[in-house]
């Protein structure tokens, strides 16, 4: 698999990616056209995100670094031109589905935050696995996002409630997205008879315990009926404090309520896990 530069170019460009990356692109590029070993795993992982079926994709959430997707010492940047090069892909998909321009315009907007994010906020070398696989669920136009809230396609009969970092969670807003996604997932992928599921942080067990009961958070809960999952410190860890991983809990800092109870959680070695959710009937 030969990558073209100019393919790159236009990608930023779509993307209205800042160009100061363009060098470590072209670097990144040359060396997976140079070493046939990269190249062939490259090919392999670019035909499972892009090309066969989207249930592929899933099996690849438990990687956590480029060095498990790839060989050890791959170019940190790799996962970037991943992104960049599926862009017109991107574009064939939202006029497939026929995209207006708020959802055009939100969704090149997320693709440039997975291939930045990392890069400006997290000062990595290159973005996570999970970003670039976050940036390819949009590329393949598994999700739309209306108000507050997105809504992933997960199969004909369950659509996926997702929130977005930052999100304030209002319960009001998170009411009015759901009864627009109701109206706007048939439209742009005729779904009918589709019920909604959250499978978050957010509905942990745990979290909902120490929240206060007037708090956004608990109201979300309350939204769902809920069933324990997974362990879900890294999340926590990843959306509450920013960070990727945490040796000494009592370095946590405590700039909100939700950080301090938590906090003090974690340091009487308590553990949190994950909800799966289910939306209530007449939840809004």
């Known amino acids: 698999m030969i990558i073209d530069k100019g393919i ?5 460009n779509f993307y209205n990616i800042d160009l100061q990356y363009k060098d470590k692109c072209y670097n990144c590029i040359e060396e997976i056209n140079k070493k046939e070993e990269l190249n062939l795993a490259f090919l392999n992982l670019y035909e499972k995100l892009y090309i066969e079926e989207f249930t ?4 690849l959430w438990h990687y956590r670094d480029v060095d498990d997707l790839f060989a050890h010492n791959t170019n940190s940047f790799v996962t970037n031109i991943m992104i960049l090069i599926g862009y017109h892909y991107h574009q064939e998909n939202m006029q497939k589905h026929n995209f207006n321009d708020f959802q055009i315009n939100i969704h090149k907007k997320r693709v440039k935050e997975c291939f930045e994010y990392d890069l ?3 000062k990595r070398d290159g973005v996570r696995v999970s970003q670039m696989l976050w940036a390819i669920y949009f590329i393949r136009t598994r999700i739309i996002e209306i108000g507050s809230l997105q809504f992933e396609c997960d199969s004909d009969s369950v659509i996926q409630i997702h929130i977005p970092k ?3 969670l209002n319960i009001f807003s998170v009411k009015e997205s759901i009864k627009k996604a109701t109206i706007e997932m048939k439209q742009i992928y005729s779904m009918n008879n589709f019920k909604y599921i959250c499978n978050s942080w957010l ?3 745990q979290i909902y315990e120490i929240a206060d009961k007037n708090s956004n958070i608990s109201k979300f809960y309350e939204l769902f009926n809920v069933t324990e999952g997974e362990e879900c410190i890294n999340d926590i860890l990843n959306f509450v404090y920013g960070i990727d991983q945490c040796e000494d809990y009592s370095l946590l800092p405590t700039n909100t309520t939700l950080q301090s109870n938590i906090k003090i959680k ?3 070695g308590r553990n949190f896990y994950s909800g ?8 809004v």
Do not use: F, H, M, Q
């Not at 790159?8 to 930023?12: F, H, S, T, V």
């Not at 799966?276 to 939840?283: D, T, V």
């Open 276 to 283: 799966l959710g289910i939306l209530k009937e007449n939840a």
């Open 203 to 205: 509905l942990s067990k």
């Open 266 to 268: 974690l340091l009487d």
């Open 56 to 59: 592929k994709i899933k099996e």
């Open 120 to 122: 400006k906020v997290r």
């Open 166 to 168: 930052n999100t304030d």
């Open 8 to 12: 790159i170019d236009e990608a930023l």
